[in-house]
């Protein structure tokens, strides 16, 4: 009944409080003009609709949003932003996320060039002119401006994400620095409650300790959490900077590890493995360096104002002695990890170098061997594992005893100070002084002063600690920087081409020898005199394959290069394509990649993770195929030409995942490679043995597609084709450049580039196939043939002869037989026989190797030696 009275009441009060402002509004209204109430009514109604469609159009973007992400997902694809920026969606939970992606300006990368290619002299990283990517990491001013450099890519402005992040983590430090003093005070007072007696206080005490124990335990857990979020910041900069650098048109990615060499092959390892370390330990640095240095001071300050002078000074000669100790004995860490962190990049390669091949190993059986390979490097990284542990033995114990029990020993002793030595005591030797007023007073403040004073002592004990111990993270981050900093310089300097021999003449062929000319926008490819090189890594010179190459290739021109192996086939693409340098001379070629540009089929075919349409458009996205106004219709048909339209249906559709390296056939692979071409349309294609696999007839059909529905609009030509209009005439005819070793993709060419010819292998050849020239050639050769074939004729007339001779031989009679069976009884039997007739004149012109028919026991075979014709004795 209560209640429902209550209700009722609340009901009433409620009604009441309508009523009220409802006449105030009506009195209101009842006061304002006709044209205002309009005005407002329209102003209100406008705002109702505005409202709603501003909902119902954000409500239908977000909803389109997540259609296209999920959209974008399934189809491996992307779009691209007006800014140049790229928005990717990601899986994420049951939907999917979206990510918009900045790519870094060019500028960026040549302001921040100077930090790392010419980093100041007193760093001791290089001499200012020449980058020096090999230092030995540790706590130096080389470090100081490593990681400077660094932070100068994870934090470019006070402005950015990070920065706020940063200052946020800060003031979370700051406020558990202060929980920390005022639990300090709180525990001293809780104990001399205690001490005293009086529960109400202490009681209060205690529920002043929970609430702060939970806003403290929430600061901790924040903590935790921003420096979680600042190393993950850290790390996207850095590995986005990284991904830049790395992969775009100056073909770093491929450099990096082919020509310069600084990080050795395993990239990989520093971009995924060691930034993370280096990130996490350089947002741990923060927390673990700057909040111990914020304690440090305050701590300091309020036990120097309750135990004086003599205590504060006591205290900084303490982490004084103790940081130089520690300085002294502590191992190189950074050094130490640096070196661990190359280990483990080793042999994680060698793990993903079996994953890449494991086909071609099982091939070959090769687990043992290549479980030797592994299970050595395994050692080698165990090893010296075990030997930083050792050295981390003697560290441990020698850290411990001084921050924990040494320090504590030193700790009760300066608290003791206001007690004993009241004078220096600072407030606390004040207050000894004094005198309390009630009994026991002076026990209770003393409790009270010495917990908190502990307390204060502790955390102070922690602080420091916590700063010794940051000496063995500082080294380690060290060597995580060295590793960090030495990829981007060394990405830089791949980048920039930076590569000087100060002081020392170039060795031939070496990249700081590169004097040639690469030009892009050549309607046509054309080499001028420009020498075949290997290049060896950096610092070292190349070797010469061809001397100087001259050749010339325009619109329609079908070159084959051809050539033994190992001559320089390849070699020639690589120079084109720009992944071996143009030592001297002039190369030439079509500016883009691609459509109405230069495309290369490499001799392994590559296939890219994504589904069966990323296949075909590789290195197109499903964005850039739609840019082309291109569609499946169109792929389909394409694939029919590279006699692969089998594969959507087979496959389960464009939109299927799968690992198609291990998918298609080594055919299929090639087949693929000619699908790629006649998607992109180029103008001049390179085909490196790209039909190798490939049997005949398809080879042919593969050709003589390229080369007639290589047009500039192949796709027009072949659907208007299939749509049986008449065909038009081609605009530009693709042009094929073949590497091959096979003569009869000869007769798809105009032009053959013969290499490997003269003594050593290095001269070579350019001629028009089908030229009075090559049919005198090739006429000469025939008749080469045909005299050899005559030869071979008058052999087999003259074998014919002896064995009418040998068989008139050895017939009685003069019969003729087919030829004699040589065995060993029959040369027994003739032998024999010429014995009894006495005639040693039997074989006249005969010799028979008998021991050699002994040898072979029963054989048939016997050795006839030629018919001689009678010689002319002397005399
Ligand atoms: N990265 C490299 N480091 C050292 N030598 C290399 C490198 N790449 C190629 N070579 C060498 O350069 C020479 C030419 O190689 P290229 O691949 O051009 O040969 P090719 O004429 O295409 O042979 P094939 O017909 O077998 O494909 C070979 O002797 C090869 O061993």
């Known amino acids: 009944m209560a209640a429902q009275s209550t209700l009722r009441h609340s009901e009433d009060f409620l009604a009441a409080l309508i009523n009220k402002y409802k006449s105030k509004f009506h009195s209101r209204v009842s006061k304002t003009s006709r044209t205002t109430r309009l005005v407002a009514a329209i102003f209100l109604l406008t705002s109702i609709i505005l409202g709603g469609e501003g909902a119902r159009r954000w409500w239908k973007r977000r909803r389109d949003e997540r259609e296209q992400g999920s959209k974008l997902v399934r189809r491996n694809s992307w ?3 007006k800014d140049g920026s790229r928005t990717i969606y990601i899986p994420y939970k049951e939907g999917t996320s979206k990510v918009v992606i900045f790519t870094t300006k060019p500028l960026t990368f040549e302001a921040h060039r100077r930090l790392f290619l010419n980093p100041p002299r007193v760093s001791g990283l290089g001499d200012g002119h020449v980058p020096s990517t090999q230092t030995k990491p540790g706590l130096n001013l080389a470090f100081l401006h490593q990681f400077l450099s660094l932070m100068s890519i994870m934090i470019p402005r006070w402005s950015s994400k990070e920065a706020g992040l940063l200052v946020s983590h800060g003031a979370f430090l ?20 205690l001490v005293a007696g009086n529960g109400k206080l202490f009681l209060l005490g205690i529920l002043k300790w ?5 806003f403290a335990s929430y600061t901790n857990a924040m903590i935790k959490f921003l420096e979680s979020k600042v190393s993950i910041a850290f790390r996207t900069r850095l590995t986005r900077y990284i991904h830049d650098l790395y992969l775009n048109d100056n073909l770093n990615y491929y450099k990096l590890s082919n020509l310069d060499g600084g990080v050795g092959s395993g990239a990989d390892q520093f971009i995924t493995q060691d930034l993370t370390l280096f990130c996490s330990a350089a947002a741990n640095l923060y927390s673990s360096l700057g909040k111990p240095f914020v304690d440090l001071c305050v701590f300091n300050y309020q036990l120097y104002r309750s135990l004086g002078p003599l205590a504060l000074t006591g205290l900084a000669s303490n982490y004084i002695l103790t940081a130089s100790i520690l300085r002294r004995l502590s191992p190189p860490f950074g050094k130490l990890k640096a070196v661990e962190g190359k280990r483990e990049g080793e042999f994680r390669g060698l793990h993903s170098r079996l994953i890449a091949n494991a086909e071609e190993v099982a091939f070959y059986g090769g687990s043992e061997m290549e479980k030797q390979f592994l299970n050595r490097e395994f050692k080698a990284l165990k090893s010296w594992m075990e030997s930083i542990y050792k050295l981390k033995i003697r560290y441990n114990i020698l850290e411990d005893f001084i921050l924990k029990y040494s320090w504590s020993a030193y700790g009760y002793l300066l608290s003791s100070l206001p007690v004993f030595l009241p004078a220096w005591g600072g407030v606390g030797g004040a207050m000894e002084m004094t005198e309390y007023g009630e009994k026991g007073g002076k026990e209770r403040g ?17 602080a420091g600690g916590r700063m010794m111990y940051s000496i063995k993270d500082l080294s ?32 031939l062929y070496s990249l700081s020898d590169v004097q040639g000319t690469i030009q892009k926008g050549f309607d046509g490819v054309r080499f001028e005199n420009v020498p075949v090189a290997v290049p060896s890594l950096w610092p070292q010179g190349g070797d010469e394959l061809i001397e100087s190459l001259s050749m010339i290739v325009r619109p329609g021109e079908h070159l084959l290069i051809s050539g033994p192996n190992g001559v320089g086939k390849t070699a020639i693409s690589r120079i084109l394509a720009g992944l071996w340098p143009v030592y001297r001379g002039l190369v030439s070629r079509p500016k883009d990649i691609g459509q109405d540009g230069i495309m290369f089929l490499p001799q392994r075919p590559y296939l890219s993770v994504g589904t069966l349409r990323d296949q075909v458009i590789y290195p197109d996205g499903e964005f850039d195929m739609k840019g082309k106004k291109k569609n499946e219709n169109h792929l389909q048909l394409v694939l029919d ?60 059909h593969l050709y003589e597609t390229c080369k007639e529905k290589g047009i500039s609009k192949p796709s027009r030509v072949t659907n208007l084709a299939r749509l049986a209009m008449p065909t038009p005439i081609p605009l530009f005819p693709l042009t094929l450049i073949t590497v091959s070793t096979r003569a009869s993709l000869k007769k798809y060419h105009t032009f053959n580039l013969i290499l490997g010819m003269g003594d050593n292998g290095g001269e070579w050849e350019y001629e028009r196939i089908g030229t009075e020239r090559e049919k005198m050639h090739v006429e000469r050769e025939l008749h080469e043939l045909r005299e050899r074939l005559e030869q071979v004729e008058t052999w087999k007339a003259r074998r014919e002869e002896i064995e009418t001779e040998l068989a008139k031989v050895w017939v009685d009679g003069g019969d003729e037989l087919g030829p004699p069976v040589y065995t060993e009884s029959v040369i027994e039997v003739q032998q024999e026989e010429a014995d009894e007739e006495g005639g040693a004149d039997a074989s006249p012109t005969t010799s028979v190797d008998q021991s050699q028919s002994q040898s072979q026991g029963t054989s048939s075979m016997v050795v006839v030696s030629e018919p001689k014709t009678e010689a002319p004795t002397e005399g």
């Open 210 to 214: 929970c609430g702060l124990g939970g």
């Open 476 to 507: 380690e981050l060290a060597g995580y920087t060295s590793r960090v900093y030495t990829l981007i310089a060394t990405l830089h300097r791949v980048h920039a081409n930076a590569y000087y021999s100060r002081g020392r003449p170039n060795e």
């Open 446 to 462: 003393r409790t009270k002063e010495f917990i908190t004073n502990k307390r204060l002592m502790l955390s102070l004990a922690d």
């Open 174 to 193: 700051m406020l558990r620095t202060y929980l920390s003093l005022v639990v300090a005070r709180l525990d001293g007072e809780i104990v001399r409650d």
């Open 641 to 700: 030409d590279a006699r692969l339209g089998y594969l959507p249906d087979r496959e389960g559709g464009w939109d299927t995942k799968k690992e198609w390296k291990d998918v298609l056939s080594g055919g299929e692979k090639q087949r693929m490679g000619i699908a790629r071409l006649l998607y992109h349309e180029p103008q001049f294609a390179i085909v490196d043995e790209g039909t190798s696999a490939v049997s005949s007839d398809v080879e042919g």
């Open 79 to 81: 779009l691209h932003n």
